[in-house]
């Protein structure tokens, strides 16, 4: 079954990334699975190696090309786009994905969104800039495959260059700012401070442990498709496990040694908060838009249902305390182009 050919046959396996993963696991999810752990689909590109080989034959005026010669010069072309991907593959799987079809899964690739910026790319800390797929992210491209570099070539040669020239002209005649500032002092402390909290647990529980459980609860329950029953559990189950975190980690080394294990254990504290903000926030965003697929919001074709008289926003969570949390709002406001509903049918 071409499922994405049959669901969407003006683009067909053209579709966005998000479309093509969340169609991917409905139907792994649904029991049509290959392999033995029935957790991949089949990427066959023999249509494709097909395609590419009467172009090129086109190209070269071999009218009369065979099948053979054009299966060949297909590969070629296949081979010059995606070469090294084929490759590693076959070193993985010990298959020839240029003779048998790939079993492909979706995974997790990056998180959409990040750090606030002006026009001029400064986050809310004057002098701290922050560039390519770390803010915020200005464009929608991103969904489409390959296109999320756009982002750190328009911040780094196009934009930059010409921004950051307007700060540093104000700074050159200041001198550096001095360590003993209150907020460096304040800063310092609190690192230090969790730093030390972290060596000092010496729990029985590995930081891999803690790690892989909660990307199992963001991978079942705020995934590519949500609901609001799931993210309810997944709030409370990333809750459980910030406790357990900070009562039973155990991390191995010494602090002032280069000690990975305290880097890693550092990061894995804010992907606790990280996760446990996005379940909140998708649980808040009554609708399906973007990348965030609600399955209590969808049509009857199971495409995204838009709400943008109720979201059309962007969300800023504030933190106030334990499991406490403030939303505040900044309105999109859209002057030529409307947002409407995709459609790849």
Avoid at 203 to 214: A, C, F, I, N
Avoid at 309 to 318: G, K, L, N, P, R
Wanted: include cysteine; charged fraction near 30%.
């Amino acid at each position: 079954d071409y499922y994405l050919e049959r669901r969407y046959p003006a683009f067909g396996n053209l579709v966005p990334r998000d479309v093509a993963s969340r169609a991917a696991k409905e139907r792994c999810d649904a029991g049509y699975g290959v392999g033995t752990s029935r957790q991949a689909v089949y990427l066959d590109y023999a249509a494709a190696i097909q395609r590419y080989g009467n172009i090129e034959a086109s190209k070269r005026n071999l009218s009369n090309a065979d099948a053979a010669t054009i299966t060949t010069l297909g590969k070629e072309v296949v081979k010059e786009k995606y070469g090294n991907l084929f490759d590693m593959y076959e070193k993985i799987t010990g298959e020839n994905p240029y003779e048998v079809p790939m079993r492909i899964y979706p995974a997790v690739h990056y998180t959409m969104g990040g750090l606030w910026v002006d026009y001029e790319l400064m986050t809310t800390i004057p002098g701290l800039y922050a560039l390519g797929e770390c803010n915020f992210s200005d464009h929608g491209a991103n969904r489409l495959g390959a296109s999320a570099l756009m982002q750190g070539l328009a911040d780094g040669y196009f934009v930059i260059p010409y921004t950051i020239g307007n700060y540093l002209a104000d700074e050159i005649r200041v001198n550096a700012v001095p360590t003993n500032h209150p907020a460096f002092e304040e800063a310092e402390k609190a690192v230090r401070e969790r730093i030390d909290k972290l060596m000092s647990i010496n729990g029985k529980q590995t930081v891999e442990s803690m790690h892989k459980r909660l990307g199992k609860i963001m991978w079942d329950k705020c995934g590519m498709a949500r609901n609001a029953q799931g993210l309810r559990e997944a709030i409370e189950e990333i809750r459980q496990l910030r406790k357990e975190f900070w009562s039973d980690i155990r991390v191995p080394g010494k602090v002032n040694d280069f000690n990975p294990e305290l880097d890693k254990a550092g990061r894995v504290a804010d992907f606790i908060e990280l996760g446990e903000l996005m379940c909140m926030d998708a649980l808040q965003r009554e609708e399906s838009c973007g990348g965030h697929f609600r399955e209590e919001h969808q049509t009857e074709e199971g495409e995204a249902l838009r709400h943008d008289d109720q979201f059309m926003y962007v969300a800023a969570w504030e933190n106030t305390g334990e499991n406490s949390w403030n939303l505040h709002k900044e309105e999109l406001v859209y002057d030529v182009v409307k947002p409407s509903q995709r459609s790849y049918k």
